[in-house]
C-alpha cells in the first residue's frame, strides 16, 4: 500500500492501528494523515524527544499548520495534564524523574480524563489522537490512549519487533492490549527507507526480520553490508573504533554508533577525538545529580563538584588536573604550575559563590587543549540549567536542570551528525550511516532496532558471522 493511501485508510479510522516494519514509513504514513487528512487540531503523541523531533520534521516538510496539531512524548502531555489538576490527579511530585514518579503521572492523568468536565475540554481542544511507536508503551499508558480513544477518534502505529522496553515489566503485548482494543489497519510493505539508497540493503532487512520472527539465526557472509569480524577482546576494541573512524569519513552524512549500554558509548566516545557525541536519555542522572552536588555545596566542594562534572563530559580532566582534583577533595588551594587559567576560574567558583562562576569555569575547562568534549549535550544542558538559576528561574540548580530537561521534553532536539548511543535512545531516528557494535551480544529485538537505523550502510562488529 502506498504512504498516501494508507494514511487516508488510518485517517478514516476511529479505533485504528497499523503495524509495519522498520523503514516502511509508519512516521511518514501518520505524519501525512495529521497534515493532509486532520480535521482539526489533532493531538500527536510518541514516547521520546527524538521522536518528537523526527515527526515535527515530516509534518514541517507536508506543509503542515503548526495550529494543525499538538507534538508531545506521552510523558510530557500526561504530566501537563495532571499537574494542571495535581489535588484531583493526587499527584505529590510535579516534577518526576523515575519510573516509579511516572507511573503516578498516567494514573493522575487517566483518573482525570475519566471526569466529564475534562473530557469535554479535550473534545473541545482535539480533532483525534495519533500514536507514533506505540509498541514502546507501558500498560499504564496504554490505559491512558484507551481512555482517550473512548471520546475521540484513535490511530496508533507500530511494530511489535523494535518493542525493546520490555526490561520495564510492565510493557504492553501486541496480541494481548492492542489486538483486543483497535481495528486493525494495512500499513506500508515498501521498505522506502533504503529504496534509493541502497534497495539490497532493504531487501536483506526484510529477510533479517522474518528470521529474527522465526527466532532463526542470521548470516552475515555475503550480506550486503561491512562485516568486522573481531576474534579478541583487544581485537574488539580496536576494530569498534576503527569503524567509527571510517565511519564519520562520510562527509556531510549522518553517522550512528550503537552500543549495548551507555557506560560503553561514554567509554569508546572517549576515545574518538570528539568526532562523536552520546545521546542522552532525556532522565539523564549525571545532570541532576550534579546540578545537586554543586548546587548545595560552598567553597572548594563546589569548585571539585564542577570540576567533576566537568570530567564526566570531556576528556583530559581527570588525569591533566588530578592535582588539582586531588588539593580540593582535601580542602586545599593546590600550587601548581601548568592550568594556571583552569585553577584560576575554579577558584572563582569557591570564593563567589554565585552561579555567574560556574560559567565561566567550564568554559575554561572546555578550552584546555587537551580537552575533547564527547558527552556535548549533557554539558550544554547543565549550561542552560546554570543559566535558568541565574536568571531566577527557578529556586536551586537541581530544580532548574529539571525544567530545562523537561522543556527539552516537550521541544525535542536534533542530534549531532555522529552520535553513539543505545537502541533504547535512538530508536526511531533514521540516519545515512550506521555501524552495530557488539552485534553478537544483542536479542532479537534490540538487534533489529539496530541494524535498521542506517539508511545508505551497515557496518556490523561481531565475532561471529552468525547472529
Not at 500527536?44 to 496539531?69: C, E, M, N, S, Y
Not at 510535579?94 to 492523568?109: E, H, I, K
Not at 550544554?380 to 530544580?399: F, I, T
Request: charged share 25%; aromatic share 6%.
Amino acid at each position: 500500500m502506498e504512504t498516501g493511501e494508507a494514511a487516508a485508510v488510518l485517517a478514516r479510522a476511529d479505533r485504528g492501528a497499523m503495524q509495519s516494519a522498520a523503514g516502511c514509513g509508519k512516521t511518514t504514513v501518520l505524519s501525512t494523515a495529521v497534515a493532509r487528512h486532520g480535521r482539526g487540531r489533532e493531538l500527536v503523541l510518541t514516547h521520546t524527544h527524538a521522536g518528537v523531533d523526527a515527526i515535527r520534521g515530516r509534518l514541517a516538510q507536508l506543509g503542515a499548520p503548526a495550529k494543525g496539531f499538538e507534538l508531545e512524548t506521552i510523558a510530557g502531555w500526561a504530566l501537563r495534564l495532571a499537574s494542571s489538576f495535581p489535588t484531583t490527579a493526587q499527584l505529590s511530585n510535579l516534577r518526576p524523574q523515575t519510573d516509579d514518579d511516572y507511573s503516578s503521572v498516567y494514573r493522575g492523568a487517566l483518573s482525570l480524563v475519566g471526569l466529564k468536565p475534562i473530557k469535554e475540554i479535550l473534545q473541545a481542544s482535539y480533532s483525534g489522537v495519533y500514536v507514533d511507536e506505540y509498541q514502546d508503551c507501558t500498560v499504564e499508558q496504554h490505559a491512558l490512549i484507551v481512555a482517550l480513544s473512548s471520546m475521540l477518534p484513535c490511530r496508533i502505529v507500530g511494530d511489535p519487533l523494535q518493542g525493546i522496553f520490555g526490561f520495564r515489566g510492565t510493557q504492553i503485548d501486541w496480541d494481548q492490549h492492542v489486538a483486543k482494543v483497535f481495528d486493525e489497519v494495512p500499513g506500508p510493505t515498501i521498505a522506502w527507507r533504503w529504496q534509493r539508497t541502497n534497495p539490497d540493503l532493504g531487501v536483506w532487512l526484510q529477510d533479517v526480520r522474518s528470521r529474527l520472527l522465526a527466532r532463526e539465526r542470521v548470516n552475515l557472509r555475503g550480506a550486503p553490508i561491512r562485516w568486522v569480524n573481531t576474534n579478541t577482546e583487544a581485537s574488539r576494541r580496536a576494530n569498534q573504533l576503527t569503524a567509527c573512524f571510517e565511519s564519520a569519513k562520510k562527509d556531510g552524512d549522518s553517522v550512528v554508533a550503537i552500543h549495548c549500554w551507555a557506560n560503553q558509548c561514554h567509554d569508546t566516545a572517549s576515545k574518538l577525538k570528539g568526532v562523536f557525541t552520546c545521546v542522552e536519555p532525556i532522565d539523564v542522572g549525571d545532570l541532576f545529580q550534579f546540578a545537586e552536588r554543586i548546587g548545595t555545596t560552598s567553597g572548594l566542594a563546589r569548585a571539585l563538584a564542577v570540576l567533576d562534572f566537568a570530567g564526566k563530559c570531556m576528556t583530559s580532566i581527570r588525569t591533566e588536573l588530578a592535582t588539582i582534583r586531588r588539593a580540593f577533595s582535601e580542602n586545599r588551594v593546590p600550587t601548581v604550575r601548568k592550568h594556571k587559567a583552569q585553577l584560576d576560574a575554579l577558584l572563582n567558583v569557591a570564593e563567589v559563590g554565585e552561579p555567574s562562576a560556574i560559567l565561566p569555569a567550564l568554559d575554561a575547562l572546555v578550552n584546555m587543549d587537551s580537552a575533547v568534549i564527547y558527552r556535548r549535550e549533557l554539558l550544554h544542558e547543565m549550561q542552560r540549567s546554570v543559566r535558568a538559576y541565574g536568571a531566577g528561574e527557578a529556586p536551586s540548580l537541581s530544580d532548574a536542570a529539571w525544567i530545562v530537561r523537561n522543556r527539552t521534553r516537550r521541544t525535542g532536539r536534533r542530534p549531532a551528525r555522529c552520535v553513539l548511543g543505545t537502541t533504547l535512545l535512538v530508536k526511531g531516528l533514521e540516519f545515512d550511516h550506521c555501524v552495530v557494535l557488539d552485534a553478537d551480544r544483542y536479542d532479537p529485538k534490540n538487534l533489529y532496532v539496530a541494524l535498521t537505523r542506517g539508511s545508505k550502510s551497515l557496518t556490523i562488529v561481531s565475532g561471529s558471522g552468525s547472529l
